[in-house]
């Protein structure tokens, strides 16, 4: 993917960190986040990132105080959980600890808090590989000795009471850029030539062959997110302070579990075959977004909440039609795409020239202008600290993207590669025109001819702003919007239309976000809905996305067509040009709101 950001490549699952320490995460993005930055962030006015509330921020909110102190209980209460394999090796922990290494797991996990050696309590959340959600309260470091003597140092290890097991991310690892051999039933990590650990297979689980060091001997850190001692003098094994459960980490390998089912090594005939991890993970995502949707549009079933807006295109239909139900139509403001017409390579090499593009000198960014504010270069300022974005205006006409390649120098390969995005987002937004007038009983083009714009989001995060807005709650003005949003960083959050709370739209790498703005309210006559939605700061690393926004017809004014007016449906908003409107939200100041000024009063 070409990409300069070492920190990117660490997730694969989503989870939403929001740190109350400082400690980890810092230092991945030196040069950005500097003195001003931080002064306009602390000039804020909080909230709390956990309750919500105004006044406070997480670190002194008492709700999460609470919950944070009975972390210990929650963990306790995993004990009677244990499956087999658990409790073998549990019982089989005379001195040893056990550690699973994992190659579904996008992190490394573990579940006692009392074997890190550093430790910054942070609030998250991590998407298992049965569907649900666990909670992550802490992030920091976890020491071994190996069964050579040396010291071993994990870090970026996630602490999540609720596990059932324990595991050492092999995709982490190899972000690290770790390699790996199996053979014998032992499976070796190494970096350059030098061994870093290695785990014995036992029942199809790899397991560590070391054990937990608690207590205060140095730790080091490394860059590579494991360090190493070497040669030094004995140190107990294990503390009498562990308990028995403690450290169940395996090396997950085949068949065993859901998120796993491709293992990390593939047999070629006799030759073994290293499947990139990267690879091995994208597929696993992908078949556990599948089968969610799966089960949220099967018949009956309870959707989880962090779904309840996820849509198949295939298999679920089209947009609108999909929100019908039981013949009445049951508005549908955001949804997730998979198995949409655009390769997922092609997505990827999108964002690696989109970074690029951001990375640009600034006096070059600046070049990316245009004579209406926010569509060519939204440069960072003292409102929006964190937020940059390039963009192409009218993006499908004639020599608009010409001009946006002239403006920033773009280089051949990346011009082929934005042109054939572009392109292919364009033909989606111009199909879902077509399949929401079929979803409502019409037929046509409905966004044939109309401007649409590319904008390229970057959120410079750092540690400093976890818990703060990188974009304020808003509508989208126009009538959809495509989004590819970051395939790691998640941020994005949706307000539910009827019980006003914040559902996160984790990532799913493949997918797109696709969301209605308030020109589909107006017209469709309030059968589909705007969503409110902001951006906030997860983790302190930069994210980016892409959206493609189809705005609106370029001349004449917008407003519900007949066909969808009755006197069971009377017009509800006045009709209104895209433009207009939307200097009438700037003018109002109303990001969320402006609609309601169109509104026909009866
Ligand atoms: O970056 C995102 O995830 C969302 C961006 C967004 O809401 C917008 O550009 O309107
Ligand atoms: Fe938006």
Not at 24 to 47: F, P
Request: charge should be positive; glycine fraction near 12%.
């Amino acid at each position: 993917m070409g990409s300069t950001d070492q920190s990117e490549s660490q997730a694969l699952v989503s989870e939403g960190s929001r740190e109350r320490g400082r400690g980890q995460g810092r230092g991945l993005h030196r040069g950005t986040g500097k003195g001003w930055w931080r002064s306009q962030a602390r000039g804020r006015t909080v909230r709390c990132f956990y309750c919500d509330q105004e006044g406070h921020i997480k670190r002194d909110c008492p709700k999460y105080k609470a919950q944070d102190q009975s972390s210990d209980t929650a963990a306790t209460a995993v004990m009677a959980d244990e499956d087999e394999i658990d409790v073998f090796l549990a019982a089989s922990d005379n001195g040893k600890s056990d550690w699973v290494l994992d190659s579904g797991s996008a992190y490394h996990l573990c579940r006692d808090r009392e074997v890190f050696s550093t430790y910054a309590a942070c609030e998250g959340r991590i998407w298992m590989a049965n569907n649900t959600y666990s909670r992550v309260v802490g992030r920091g470091s976890v020491r071994f000795r190996m069964a050579d003597g040396r010291s071993l140092t994990l870090t970026e290890v996630r602490h999540v009471p609720d596990l059932r097991k324990n595991l050492i991310s092999i995709g982490m690892l190899d972000a690290k850029g770790c390699s790996f051999d199996a053979s014998g039933g032992i499976l070796r990590v190494s970096k350059g030539n030098k061994e870093m650990l290695w785990g014995k297979k036992t029942r199809g689980l790899y397991r560590l062959e070391g054990n937990v060091q608690t207590g205060g001997a140095t730790v080091r850190h490394g860059s590579s997110g494991i360090s190493e001692k070497s040669g030094q003098g004995k140190q107990p094994l294990h503390r009498g302070t562990q308990s028995k459960r403690r450290g169940t980490w395996r090396i997950r390998s085949g068949t065993r579990a859901q998120g796993d089912a491709l293992g990390y090594v593939r047999k070629s005939g006799q030759t073994r075959v290293m499947q990139p991890v990267q690879d091995v993970h994208r597929e696993a995502q992908r078949k556990e977004t599948k089968s969610i949707l799966k089960s949220c549009t099967a018949k009956g079933a309870a959707t989880p909440k962090r779904v309840s807006f996820a849509l198949d295109l295939i298999s679920g239909g089209v947009l609108s039609s999909c929100a019908h139900k039981g013949g009445e139509m049951e508005p549908r403001q955001l949804a997730k795409i998979m198995n949409h017409s655009i390769p997922e390579s092609l997505m990827m090499d999108m964002k690696a020239v989109s970074r690029s593009l951001l990375d640009l000198p600034l006096e070059v960014k600046l070049r990316n202008s245009h004579p209406v504010q926010g569509k060519g270069y939204t440069p960072r300022n003292k409102a929006s600290p964190v937020f940059e974005g390039l963009g192409c205006y009218d993006m499908a006409a004639p020599g608009a993207l010409d001009n946006f390649f002239d403006q920033l120098c773009v280089t051949p390969q990346q011009r082929e590669i934005i042109s054939k995005y572009s392109k292919a987002i364009h033909e989606l937004g111009m199909d879902m025109g077509r399949k929401l007038l079929i979803g409502l009983g019409l037929s046509g083009d409905l966004f044939n001819g109309w401007p649409c714009q590319l904008r390229i989001n970057k959120y410079n995060y750092t540690p400093e702003y976890v818990g703060s807005t990188g974009a304020v709650l808003h509508t989208d003005p126009g009538f959809l919007t495509i989004l590819q949003d970051d395939e790691i960083i998640g941020g994005l959050e949706a307000v539910h239309k009827e019980t006003g709370e914040y559902i996160s739209v984790d990532p799913m790498p493949g997918s797109l976000v696709v969301n209605l703005g308030d020109l589909a309210q107006i017209w469709s006559n309030g059968r589909l809905w705007s969503v409110k939605h902001r951006v906030q700061c997860y983790e302190g690393r930069v994210r980016l996305s892409i959206a493609l926004f189809v705005l609106g017809p370029k001349d004449g004014a917008l407003g519900a067509p007949e066909e969808l007016v009755d006197s069971e449906h009377p017009r509800l908003y006045n009709p209104m040009n895209f433009e207009d409107y939307r200097m009438l939200r700037i003018t109002t100041r109303s990001p969320t709101g402006a609609i309601e000024l169109l509104r026909i009063k009866s």
